[in-house]
């Protein structure tokens, strides 16, 4: 079947506006995008590593994600989706789940390329059943825009 933009424009929103995403942020687009691959009747469990996504769309109470979604450390979200996808596959072979979920982690390249390599690199030996997204905006950007590994030779 040929790809239908509008189609996919017409699909629910998953992660809904009012989060406290910088006006502009390419975040919350990339986010967006992603989880409109999703099938509307596909459940979800999203991780983000420590970034201003994960603070800016969920503040307890309050969230903007209508997915299942986990705040992790900065440098294990391909850890902790790995966790969780274990423990549904583990949990669905002894008959106490039915449904069908989906598993997804966006970190920035800091969380990616620097601290949280370790743990995507486990993630992907093992050959979990997940969706890992780098949001690569060339920096560190929680901390004054430090580089990280993936930033350009004099950025």
């Known amino acids: 079947m040929a790809y239908s933009l509008k189609e996919n424009l017409m699909k629910e929103e998953r992660l809904s506006g009012g989060h406290r995403m910088c006006a502009g942020c390419g975040s919350p687009i990339a986010v967006r ?7 509307p009747e596909d459940k979800a469990v999203v991780c983000s590593a420590a970034s201003c996504l994960e603070v800016s769309t969920f503040m307890y109470p309050y969230t903007a994600w209508k997915d299942s979604f986990i705040h992790n450390a900065f440098e294990n979200a391909a850890a902790t989706i790995s ?4 423990a ?6 002894r008959g106490k789940l039915d449904e069908t979920w989906k598993f997804i982690a966006f970190s920035g390249d800091g969380g990616t390329y620097d601290i949280g390599f370790q743990s995507l690199s486990g993630a992907m030996e093992r050959g979990h ?7 690569d905006n060339e920096a560190y950007m929680n901390t004054g825009i430090q580089r990280s590994s993936s ?3 004099f950025a």
Do not use: I, N, Q, S
Not at 88 to 93: F, L, Q, T
């Open 151 to 153: 930033t350009p030779r």
């Open 33 to 39: 995008t992603v989880l409109r691959a999703l099938d």
């Open 83 to 86: 966790g969780v996808e274990t």
């Open 88 to 93: 549904y596959r583990a949990m669905k072979k």
């Open 129 to 135: 059943d997940m969706v890992y997204v780098c949001y």
